[in-house]
T-cell receptor, first 111, second 112 residues
Framework: DARVTQTPRDKVTEMGQEVTMRCQPI?????VFWYRQTMMQGLELLAYFRNRAPLDDSGMPKDRFSAEMPDATLATLKIQPSEPRDSAVYFCASAVGGEQYFGPGTRLTVT | GENVEQHPSTLSVQEGDSAVIKCTYS??????FPWYKQELGKGPQLIID?????GEKKDQRIAVTLNKTAKHFSLHITETQPEDSAVYFCAASSHLGDKIIFGKGTRLHILP
């Protein structure tokens, strides 16, 4: 059955390092969302794309975060340089004109 | 922008009893209201949704109600079972398929 996949599932890195998270949306889904989940802030929308074009990245710290869709089967979220406050679970979700389907998430720990 | 408030943050109910989670939203243009269930270590999963042209929707033990005038919507789970224990999120969107704004979540505990 079709699922959103995310890699890596877990990432531990040191402050200042670059982190890249990847997402493969469900085939045929034209909208991809990136969320960050923390205990304090809950689920926050970072950015989203439709037909690979960015529609809204207002939730993303622009100085260190970047999101791209190199092709329809891959979305990436990059943090450079990473900071301890970036520690969270990052979710990707995909949709086609309707319900969003979430991936299993990438748990990022920045020490 | 849209703001979604959800309460309670934690809810404990005896197995077999009903659970109710309530949300309010601020943007009168919102017309799509999904509910997600998140189990430990997993991503949120859509369990039911309602659109603004409907006041109530039911799917087996789960029902959602919407009051557009008051900008309230609620999730009702009847005959609760241990597998209902999870975190539940309400959300709102002004357009199906567009970005959705989530509430802070309700951690539901089903007590044996």
């Amino acid at each position: 059955d079709a699922r959103v996949t995310q890699t890596p599932r877990d990432k531990v890195t040191e402050m200042g390092q670059e982190v890249t998270m990847r997402c493969q949306p469900i085939l045929g889904h034209n909208t991809v969302f990136w969320y960050r989940q923390t205990m304090m802030q809950g689920l926050e929308l970072l950015a989203y794309f439709r037909n690979r074009a960015p529609l809204d990245d207002s939730g993303m710290p622009k100085d260190r975060f970047s999101a791209e869709m190199p092709d329809a089967t891959l979305a990436t979220l990059k943090i450079q340089p990473s900071e301890p406050r970036d520690s969270a679970v990052y979710f990707c979700a995909s949709a086609v004109g309707g319900e969003q389907y979430f991936g299993p998430g990438t748990r990022l720990t920045v020490t | 922008g849209e703001n979604v408030e959800q309460h309670p943050s934690t809810l404990s109910v005896q197995e077999g009893d009903s659970a109710v989670i309530k949300c309010t939203y601020s943007d009168s243009a919102s017309n799509y209201f999904p509910w997600y269930k998140q189990e430990l270590g997993k991503g949120p999963q859509l369990i039911i949704d309602i659109r603004s042209n409907v006041g109530e929707k039911k799917d087996q033990r789960i029902a959602v109600t919407l009051n557009k005038t008051a900008k309230h919507f609620s999730l009702h789970i009847t005959e609760t079972q241990p597998e209902d224990s999870a975190v539940y999120f309400c959300a709102a969107s002004s357009h199906l398929g567009d970005k959705i704004i989530f509430g802070k979540g309700t951690r539901l505990h089903i007590l044996p």
